[in-house]
């Protein structure tokens, strides 16, 4: 049984900084693609970034380019979300996502879940 937990959101001002951690349990993960989604109020559910846990491969959505950074802790079976230069508009909740197949940019095509944190950035 897969599980995913996020941790590390909250409110903080825009131009400020935040770090998202999903602790991944259940499978050896070595061969699994390990994402990031967002959802807003009243919107879909949108792709933030994405990671290989193989080759360490990253994708990241163009609105969030050059402020957010994936990455992962091997060990720790841990994947983070560095998120910089905070803009209001990246006031959402954050779900941890994990697929044993290839990286998708829908969350239709994604396996696991978690169940989310909220992460909101203050004008």
């Known amino acids: 049984q897969v599980q995913l937990v996020e941790s590390g959101g909250g409110l903080v001002q825009a131009g400020g900084s935040l770090r998202l951690s999903c602790a991944a349990s259940?499978?050896?993960?070595?061969?699994?693609?390990m994402g990031w989604f967002r959802q807003a109020p009243g919107k879909e559910r949108e792709f933030v970034a994405a990671?290989?846990?193989?080759?360490?491969?990253?994708y990241y959505a163009d609105s969030v380019k050059g402020r957010f950074t994936i990455s992962k802790h091997n060990a720790k079976n841990t994947v983070y979300l560095q998120m910089n230069s905070l803009k209001p508009e990246d006031t959402a909740v954050y779900y941890c996502a994990a697929e044993p197949l290839r990286v998708s940019f829908a969350p239709a095509g994604w396996r696991y879940w978690g169940q989310g944190t909220q992460v909101t950035v203050s004008s």
């Open positions: 990671i290989s846990w193989g080759d360490g491969s990253t």
């Open positions: 259940g499978r050896t993960f070595s061969s699994y693609q």
